[in-house]
């Protein structure tokens, strides 16, 4: 099955339904395989989204950490990402509010660190460490669903050939590419090791010392899993290389997309746009 312009092949999703960090695995492995699709992305070069993603999460993460509405234009990237991919918004935001909890974990405490009152909202004041933690919150939602959009739109094999031909060493590509293929089968595993516990012992609620039993158990399976599928890819002449595929040249396009990107995020980086649309709208209504 082609997937993005290198042609290269994308596993379908697992048929097994796992819950938890299951269903995260298999709805993250469901964007993967929506890069089969054709779109609007479909003929330009993967270097090129890649590059203008990473310069989108540059951008982005460049700010200060009180800023707020200066990067609110920024959602215009992975939106129009997702547009031009034909990828769903919901999808999307579903993986975002699943890895959300550790960027909350990382802000979490700016409010009791630094509560010196920052701004005035509604004649109610508010702390810089509660305007920080919406900047991280902010940047962390912009950033992954980048990321996650570049993923649906491209796919994880072509994502991985575009970083190779451009100097990433083929070692960390492998990695990544082995570490998709087979966490939905170790989400799968761990699904049936819960399942198997819930019918022996008729209950639904997982103890703490259960989960220990059951994750000590599920690395034991995984270890023993991964030497049967080495010893698999070994019969059939795995020789710690995958088959490496390029893309096609560099065109114009490609060129006139990562500019694009480029003069996009370096304009809204540099004016503050929320700011003077408002002294605009003051000024005009004045």
Do not use: K
Not at 147 to 176: D, H, K, M, N, Y
Not at 220 to 237: E, K, N, P
Request: aromatic share 6%; charged share 10%.
């Amino acid at each position: 099955m082609p997937g993005g312009r290198c042609g290269l092949p994308v596993a379908p999703p697992s048929v097994h339904a796992v819950s938890g960090m299951g269903d995260s695995l298999h709805a993250l492995h469901s964007l993967d395989a929506m890069a089969s699709r054709p779109s609007a992305l479909t003929p330009f070069d993967p270097r090129a989204r890649i590059l203008a993603t990473l310069t989108f999460i540059v951008a982005v993460v460049s700010f200060e950490r009180y800023a707020v509405l200066a990067l609110l234009p920024f959602a215009a990237f992975p939106l129009a990402l997702c547009a031009a991919g034909g990828i769903s918004l919901r999808s999307v935001a579903r993986q975002v509010l699943v890895a959300s909890p550790f960027a909350i974990m990382v802000g979490i405490f700016n409010p009791l660190l630094d509560t010196a009152p920052l701004l005035n909202l509604l004649g109610v004041p508010v702390s810089g460490g509660w305007v920080s933690f919406g900047s991280i919150l902010l940047r962390f939602a912009l950033t992954v669903s980048a990321v996650l959009g570049l993923v649906a739109s491209t796919g994880l094999p072509t994502i991985c050939a575009g970083l190779e031909q451009l100097g990433v060493p083929r070692v960390f590509t492998l990695q990544i590419l082995l570490m998709q293929r087979y966490a939905v089968v170790l989400a799968g595993e761990a699904s049936r090791m819960r399942m198997a516990h819930e019918l022996r012992a008729g209950v639904t609620t997982l103890r703490l010392a259960t989960y220990a039993s059951l994750l000590g158990h599920l690395l034991l399976r995984s270890l023993d899993r991964a030497q049967r599928v080495h010893q698999a890819m070994q019969a059939r002449g795995f020789d710690g290389q995958l088959q490496r595929l390029r893309c096609a040249a560099w065109q114009g396009r490609d060129s006139v997309l990562l500019a694009a990107c480029i003069f996009g995020c370096g304009l809204a980086r540099s004016i503050n746009l929320p700011r003077e649309l408002g002294h605009w709208l003051l000024g005009l209504f004045a």
